[in-house]
């Protein structure tokens, strides 16, 4: 009889060892990683060529970063957000992510598979492709202020990317490149009149605090030809520059073109 | 030097009064002067005392020897007493034994006869502690040693097998998978070993049916997933990472698990590989429970009819005189145990006291025996001390001897008489009579 009751207690423990073993898989803590792609609509024929870039090159951009793949415990969080009439940073996100250890690699693979990450960009380009024939979003273009918000806004704990498709040329109220694209002996200045006051000190707070962001710069040639190419980069070169984001940024043609991360 | 003196005036002396040292008719030495006062010199008194020693210790070593031989006796006596008691009590214990397992028999006999017969006699408080004894003596942890045992084996086999599939079983199953597989197997095994301890419970027939329904589930946990997986591979088709991160226009769904085409026992089967040994869990705990509740029901059905006497007394009654008779049986188990009991711890006891004597004497006999020891090295040392003396009295003699020959030669006349004849060692010896 002591026998018995003693398996019978045997078995339970087993059991109630096993009913816990969930928690000994669980991750503990989270590594988080964070991708914004940002996609100028403020031209169709810029947004084709970003289209285009985008479909033949980002496969083969994503699978050569470390933000290409995830592993146990990492998260990926991919967000795609338009450049264009407005100054409001909409987003649409969507994640990808392991949270338990110990599973088999079949399941890592199927839990590590970009293709809801991939639906939401394919899904958004159909969406500014829209966009980016409405005279809102062509009529103006809030570059700086778009790409602050987006650095403000990424989780500060996270290793993150942001992918700027864009020509690059601010044209709004306060900057017109089509005017004139200031010099670089006015950039400070010109950097309080493009950036809200309140955004810019949330910014420095934020570099402050010290960041992991990479800023890839994806820039397209102007679809009008009305700015030369390496007039705007060198101005946004002075104008990071005096953000202090020079040492993390990279300026490419398209996403064939090798990057430093 | 004084001794250089005195040893040359005797010389002198003894060759000037004509005293030569010679053999006697019989053999014995005669001893100058001269030599008589080197024998006695102060060798003369340590000789003595040496001879007084080794002589005393002689004889206390013989009588040690004697004392150690007369012990043997007693000590001889004391052996054969303890083995002849302990042969006598060997017997009785051996005819106790024998008396105890006529009774048991008897009495499982008599039982049997009245089960046969279907007479159910009312129970009693058991208090024979010859079947307590007996159920002691039954190996009770044996079904737990077993279990730990079966454990064991289970728990190397296990770590063996896994460790050789592992790249494969990794490929498919979590960490948590791979236990819980593991411990199935052990659970099934597990059954299939308690079966053979629960036999007395079951019939045969549901014991084989349960064992190869159990091997069957065996079988199934180890092939299935093997040839399921063959005929279904669980292939995600996943390509490259490039691949899965190319944007186009084709991809409008995530890519549907290739699972959802297999059939739904297929699907539940991978999902819940431990099915079988669930399953042999509860065929076991269905069959152990009917077979308790079988028991339970033959033990409270209504007593069998009790043979009754027309003029049935209390104590004339078939029954009493049965329970009579089954308690005669029991009494005569619990004294053949009582008494085989006692004479066990007779024949202990016996052997410790013999043991204990014979002990005392063996330290007695140890104790003369160093002793002896001690007086044999002594009378070494004392030899060597005594050879050491004769040898110092023999030094004196030789020159005693040189300066004698030397007188006797220069006196031409007297050495053609004289011929002076010298001692030797035994004459030394025997004049100090070591």
Known sequence: MKSKITICLLIMAMLSVLNGCGSFSECREMQQKEVLILLDVSDPRLFKEIQEDLMANFGGFMSGTDFGSIDNCQCLNLSVAYLGGREALEMASASISITRKGLSRTEQKELANPAPLVKLIRSKMEEFEKLSQTPEMTEESYIATVVIKSIVHLNHDAESMILVFSDMVENNQTINFYRQIPPAGEISSVTEKMIDPVLLKQFRDRMVEGMDTRIIIVQKPEPADKTQLREVKEFWAAFLKELKLDGQVQFIDNLSNPVEL | ?434
């Not at chain 2, 003595?48 to 210790?57: A, G, N, T, V």
């Not at chain 2, 159910?120 to 159920?135: F, G, I, K």
């Not at chain 2, 014979?358 to 006999?365: A, E, T």
Request: charged share 25%.
């Open chain 2, 1 to 434: 030097m004084k001794n250089i003196i005195r040893l040359f005036s005797n010389v002198l002396r003894d060759v000037k009064l004509n005293n030569v040292p010679s053999r006697r008719p019989d053999g014995s030495y005669s001893w100058t002067h001269g030599q008589l006062d080197i024998l006695k010199g102060y060798s003369f008194n340590k000789m003595k005392e040496f001879q007084l020693e080794i002589r005393q210790l002689s004889f206390r070593r013989e009588s040690l020897l004697v004392d150690m031989l007369n012990m043997q006796n007693p000590a001889s006596n004391i052996e054969q007493l303890g083995n002849k008691e302990t042969r006598h009590l060997e017997t009785a214990t051996e005819k106790e034994e024998n008396r105890f397992k006529n009774s048991k028999l008897e009495l499982d006999q008599f039982e049997e006869d009245l089960f046969n017969r279907g007479i159910c006699l009312p129970h009693q408080n058991d208090t024979d502690q010859t079947n307590r004894s007996e159920a002691k003596k039954k190996p009770r942890g044996l079904k737990l040693r077993a279990v730990l045992i079966l454990i064991g084996i289970w728990f190397i086999v296990e770590l063996f097998m896994t460790y050789a599939q592992w790249n494969s079983l990794r490929e498919f199953k979590g960490i948590e998978g791979l236990v819980v597989r593991s411990l199935s197997f052990g659970v099934v095994l597990l059954m299939i070993h308690l079966v053979p301890h629960e036999i007395s419970n079951f019939t045969k027939r549901i014991y084989y049916i349960f064992v190869g329904f159990c091997v069957l589930m065996l079988v199934i946990m180890l092939f299935a997933p093997l040839i399921l997986y063959l005929i279904y591979p669980p292939e995600t088709g996943f390509t490259t990472l490039q691949d899965q991160w190319t944007i186009t226009g084709m991809m409008d769904s995530v890519q549907e698990s290739p699972s959802s085409h297999y059939p739904l026992w297929v699907r539940f089967y991978m999902s819940f590989e431990v099915a079988p040994a669930v399953l042999c869990v509860l065929f076991y705990i269905i069959i152990y429970v009917s077979a308790q509740i079988q028991k339970k029901l033959r033990a409270e059905e209504p007593d069998a009819p009790v043979v009754e006497s027309e003029h049935a007394g209390p104590r004339d009654s078939l029954a009493d005189g049965l329970l009579k008779k089954r308690e005669q049986l029991r009494a005569k188990i619990r004294e053949c145990d009582t008494s085989i009991a006692k004479l066990k711890k007779e024949a202990s006891d016996s052997l410790a006291s013999n043991t204990e004597s014979l002990n005392g004497i063996l330290n007695i006999l140890q104790s003369k025996k160093e002793e002896i020891f001690g007086i044999e090295e002594r009378i070494a040392d004392l030899k060597v001390e005594m050879e050491c003396e004769l040898k110092n009295v023999e030094k004196e003699l030789d020159v005693y001897k040189t300066e004698y020959t030397d007188i006797l030669r220069s006196d031409q006349t007297r050495s053609q008489y004289v011929t002076p004849e010298w001692p030797e060692r035994i004459d030394v010896v025997n004049y100090y009579k070591v």
